[in-house]
């Protein structure tokens, strides 16, 4: 057993760090519904974490708990290991945490380009009056900024629709858009709802090389939420198994495959 | 043929990002600028400046104002009436207190304080959403015209309840008052305009545009990229209130003269630059100039047509006026719901490929 500081070399030769997130007793009430139920798990710097499970199991609540639109009512989350304070959503980007969401969730006014040059917010130091006259550190910064979106563009080869509005484009390359967005931000965690969800096979097979790309050259932890299973067993290291808000297994992806209880959950238990 | 980008090539993110990348676009830029600066103040006369260029000019920055609240950051706004006499109001009261202060530092004194006003009425803005902050602000707009006309300290104790604007001079030359000239007006309108409009076109082709925007489009979104919403639409509401204060204090010194809240300032000014905006197209700093002039000089036009040209009677023309603006403004909206700066970008977008088709 790892402790929390510890890190590993996985077979293709990625190092796994320490553990930069963690969860404990996480429990999340809506009235009396109870979504989540003391859950705990940890996500460890470098690694490509997968939350999976069937539908309703509570796997988008955690993830709005990790990126702060949730509060959960017990429990601590932990992050760089320290226990964080209840906070709104853009101060949790501001901490370096980065999503994207299940249903695209772009600004459709905007073109690409200006999408996500959006997400160097926090690597923009400007006051308002210096971007009033466009001077001083404005302009210095909207060309920073410019070239570090660009090697985005590249990474994810979108340079042909860099200048064209959002709404104009297809699902997919949304979904593409939408992953640069976040990655513009250079997050250290990456947090990524159902990234392939309607997808066909070769726009996912795209997606995935993607998320190892990014895993891959800046490092980025990623938590993923995915149905596919095979993308999820071939992706991850390791992946948390959820249920009826209710955490049944956690481990690298051969353990859960052949955990008896998520089997269970999946394919469902014969009725005495 | 003559309009095109092929061979504009651009070796800098500073070229790219500058407002107009295409040579053509640049140079139209220029001419208009220098036709504006060089040409016009040697043409006009009285008649010019007081039916079409002033009212065109302020109308332009109460549109770019209420276009970066409603058009970049997506806050209904109908309180532009109001706002505008908390410009002119707060302008008079300046211009009466400290005389010996130049015009110019009250008119943008005056700005601010509209600003600032803005904000306070834009709080609720954080709880409420569409038709509701519609509401709140029509609210504004009452209680200010309420305000300017009941408490006297405004108008500083006349006996009529009106605002007049005292001879002011730039350079020895009177801008306000009644001894001003046609170019001196029109100049100096010129100025706070282009001030105006590059500093609104600077900061929405910026990172605080963007911060607009992003609320604007998914406000749920933009809070998850680190777009702080309080603080995103606290400063649409006070850039947006500078811009509208602005020309309030220009239409009330400049160009009225002397003015009274509820004539100069009521409901029907707010819904003007509001079509001004929705007509020139949302989210663009050149559609709130061209809403500006297609409902300043429409009127003029058509008066022209109708008793110049056709000969009716003044007080039938004016009613046709009436029916015919009310009229193209529907139909107008029916055939480019997205307003002039997107008729504009079309037909960009034609001549970039024109006489090709394709």
Same mark, same amino acid.
């Given at each position: ?272 | ?15 790219? $990002? ?52 409603? @058009? ?83 108008? $500083? ?48 082709? @910026? ?20 777009? $702080? ?11 947006? @209130? ?117």
């Amino acid at each position: 057993m790892l402790d929390a500081s510890d890190s590993y070399v996985t077979e293709d030769g990625r190092t796994i760090g320490a553990v930069v997130m963690e969860m404990k007793n996480i429990t999340l009430r809506f009235g009396g519904v109870v979504a989540i139920k003391d859950i705990s798990f940890d996500i460890r710097e470098g690694e490509i974490r997968a939350i999976i499970g069937p539908n309703g199991a509570g796997k988008s609540s955690m993830l709005n708990v990790i990126s702060g639109f949730y509060n959960p009512q017990e429990g601590q989350v932990f992050y760089k290991g320290k226990q964080r304070p209840q906070m709104r959503p853009y101060q949790v980007a501001r901490q370096g945490i980065a999503r994207t969401f299940q249903n695209i969730a772009l600004f459709e006014g905007m073109t690409v380009l200006d999408n996500i040059m959006t997400g160097r917010l926090h690597h923009t130091k400007a006051n308002i009056w210096q971007q009033a006259f466009w001077k001083g550190k404005a302009e210095a910064e909207e060309v920073a900024n410019r070239e570090v979106v660009e090697k985005i563009i590249d990474f994810l080869e979108i340079q042909s629709i860099r200048k064209t509005p959002v709404g104009r484009l297809p699902y997919g390359l949304k979904k593409r858009v939408e992953l640069a967005r976040a990655l513009a931000a250079e997050p250290s965690i990456l947090l990524l709802d159902e990234p392939m969800a309607g997808m066909n096979v070769e726009e996912k097979e795209d997606m995935s090389r993607f998320i190892l790309d990014v895993n891959d050259e800046f490092g980025t932890t990623i938590a993923l939420i995915e149905h596919d299973m095979g993308v999820v067993m071939d992706l991850s290291d390791r992946v948390v198994v959820m249920d009826y808000g209710q955490k049944i297994g956690d481990g690298t992806p051969d353990e859960v495959r052949n955990n008896q209880a998520v089997i269970d959950a999946y394919l469902g238990v014969a009725h005495d | 043929m003559f309009y095109r980008e092929a061979g504009d090539f651009k070796t800098s993110y500073r070229e790219d $990002n500058q407002t107009f990348p295409i040579k053509f676009d640049r140079y139209r830029y220029y001419s208009v600028m220098f036709a504006a600066f060089a040409v016009v103040p040697f043409l006009i006369n009285d008649y010019w400046v007081n039916a079409i260029f002033l009212p065109f000019l302020i109308y332009s920055i109460a549109a770019i104002g209420l276009n970066i609240l409603t @058009g970049y950051c997506g806050q209904v706004s109908l309180g532009t009436g109001g706002f505008m006499a908390v410009g002119a109001y707060g302008c008079y009261k300046l211009m009466t207190a400290f005389p010996e202060v130049s015009i110019l530092i009250h008119v943008i004194l005056a700005g601010g304080v509209t600003g600032m006003v803005c904000v306070l009425f834009g709080l609720p803005s954080l709880r409420i959403k569409g038709f509701y902050l519609a509401v709140a602000t029509l609210a504004a707009q009452f209680f200010l015209v309420w305000l300017f006309n009941r408490v006297p300290w405004f108008y $500083n104790y006349s006996a009529s309840g009106q605002i007049n604007a005292p001879e002011r001079t730039i350079f020895g030359i009177a801008v306000t008052g009644p001894n001003t000239q046609a170019w001196a007006t029109y100049l100096f309108c010129l100025v706070i305009v282009t001030v105006c409009a590059l500093v609104a076109r600077n900061l929405t082709r @910026g990172m605080q545009g963007r911060q607009w925007m992003a609320i604007r489009d998914m406000d749920i979104a933009a809070e998850i990229i680190g777009v $702080n919403p309080l603080k995103a639409k606290i400063s649409a509401f006070a850039v947006s @209130g500078f811009f509208v204060g602005i020309a309030g204090a220009l239409l009330f010194a400049v160009y009225l003269g002397a003015a009274e809240a509820g004539d100069s300032f009521g409901i029907t000014k707010s819904f003007l630059v509001l079509f001004m905006i929705i007509i020139g197209g949302l989210g663009s700093i050149f559609g709130s100039f061209a809403g500006a002039a297609f409902l300043v000089l429409l009127p003029v036009f058509l008066k022209n047509v109708l008793v110049g040209w056709l000969g009716w009677p003044t007080d039938m023309a004016a009613h046709l006026e009436f029916i015919i603006v009310g009229a193209l403004i529907v139909i107008f909206l029916i055939a480019e719901p997205h307003g002039l700066a997107q008729l504009w970008r079309v037909a960009k977008e034609k001549l970039r490929l024109w006489p090709f088709p394709h």
